[in-house]
T-cell receptor, first 114, second 113 residues
Framework: EPEVTQTPSHQVTQMGQEVILRCVPI?????FYWYRQILGQKVEFLVS????????KSEIFDDQFSVERPDGSNFTLKIRSTKLEDSAMYFC????????????FGSGTRLTVV | QKEVEQNSGPLSVPEGAIASLNCTYS??????FFWYRQYSGKSPELIMS????GDKEDGRFTAQLNKASQYVSLLIRDSQPSDSATYLC?????????????FGSGTRLLVRP
């Protein structure tokens, strides 16, 4: 069964450092997403990406965040200057593009900012 | 503000019983509804999707949708200890071309052996 692959599975970084979280979506999927889940809280939408551009972003996705699809397969989330409150599980997801259909989520990256 | 509400639980049922999980949503025009299962420390896993009023069955799972009442439910028949997890209700808001999902906070289900 096709999978969404995320690396690394766990990253520890110092406050103020830049981190890049990486994802390889399912190959024939057209829509890509980043969500995050702070421990014990809801899964929250960060950003959606379609046709090589951001289609929607949430209030959480401020200027510290950016996304890229540099080579047609990888999909990355960059946090420029991490804060303690950025500590969370970050999930990448993709969907095929049909009007109806659920996502496939990756296994997540646990980001710990110290 | 678009909201998806779930009882946080835990909902405790004995093995073999029916577990009933409920969800309400605020955006009346929402069209797509999903149930995800999330084990502790893992990513959400899609169990069911439903788009029309009524029931949709898949194995031991039945999703029910009532758009007039803005209510979605998930029934798990013959519950097994391996069903113990947090169940997330997710909704795609109306006229949302990005097809993002709004998640509820989840209901924790415990199935007692």
């Amino acid at each position: 069964e096709p999978e969404v692959t995320q690396t690394p599975s766990h990253q520890v970084t110092q406050m103020g450092q830049e981190v890049i979280l990486r994802c390889v979506p399912i190959s024939n999927h057209l829509y890509f997403y980043w969500y995050r889940q702070i421990l014990g809280q809801k899964v929250e939408f960060l950003v959606s990406f379609y046709n090589n551009e951001i289609s929607e972003k949430s209030e959480i996705f401020d200027d510290q965040f950016s996304v890229e699809r540099p080579d047609g397969s990888n999909f990355t989330l960059k946090i420029r200057s991490t804060k303690l409150e950025d500590s969370a599980m970050y999930f990448c997801a993709s969907r095929e593009g049909r009007a109806r259909g659920g996502y496939t989520f990756g296994s997540g990256t646990r980001l710990t900012v110290v | 503000q678009k909201e998806v509400e779930q009882n946080s639980g835990p909902l405790s049922v004995p093995e073999g019983a029916i577990a009933s999980l409920n969800c309400t949503y605020s955006d009346r025009g929402s069209q797509s509804f999903f149930w995800y299962r999330q084990y502790s420390g893992k990513s959400p896993e899609l169990i069911m999707s439903i788009y029309s009023n009524g029931d949709k069955e898949d194995g031991r799972f039945t999703a029910q949708l009532n758009k007039a009442s803005q209510y979605v439910s998930l029934l798990i028949r013959d519950s097994q200890p391996s069903d113990s997890a947090t169940y997330l209700c997710a909704v795609n808001p109306v006229r949302d071309s990005s097809y993002k999902l709004i998640f509820g906070s989840g209901t924790r289900l415990l199935v007692r052996p």
